[in-house]
Nanobody, 125 residues
Framework: QVQLVESGGGLVQAGDSLRLSCAAS????????MGWFRQAPGKEREFVAA????????FYADSVKGRFTISRDNAKNTVYLQMNRLKPEDTAVYYC??????????????????WGKGTLATVSS
């Protein structure tokens, strides 16, 4: 059983940056691809970014490509999401997730095996 705990959310202004972290425990971190998803009020949970087991491959939603960067440190059992040039529409609860499945599952909520409880990022205009 893998436990995931997100941190780093907060209130920022449009154009600012935030760095989210997700600490994993209870499993072999390097056995899992990791993803970030977000859910805005009244909307469905959506894919943001994913990274392969080794960190060699990354994937992004079109809405964040060029602004967000996902990375991982397997020695620290941690995955990060660096969010730059934030927009009000990026306001959401951000969830970290882990997947033991193959790559084509990583962009789908149903493809993830474990979830954190989320951290709220609010971007004001």
């Amino acid at each position: 059983q893998v436990q995931l705990v997100e941190s780093g959310g907060g209130l920022v202004q449009a154009g600012d940056s935030l760095r989210l972290s997700c600490a994993a425990s209870g499993g072999t971190f390097s056995n899992y691809a990791m993803g970030w998803f977000r859910q805005a009020p009244g909307k469905e949970r959506e894919f943001v970014a994913a990274i392969s087991w080794s960190g060699g491959s990354t994937f992004y939603a079109d809405s964040v490509k060029g602004r967000f960067t996902i990375s991982r440190d397997n020695a620290k059992n941690t995955v990060y999401l660096q969010m730059n040039r934030l927009k009000p529409e990026d306001t959401a609860v951000y969830y970290c997730a882990a997947s033991s499945r193959l790559g084509n599952w990583w962009t789908r909520p149903e493809g993830m095996n474990y979830w954190g409880k989320g951290t709220l990022a609010t971007v004001s205009s």
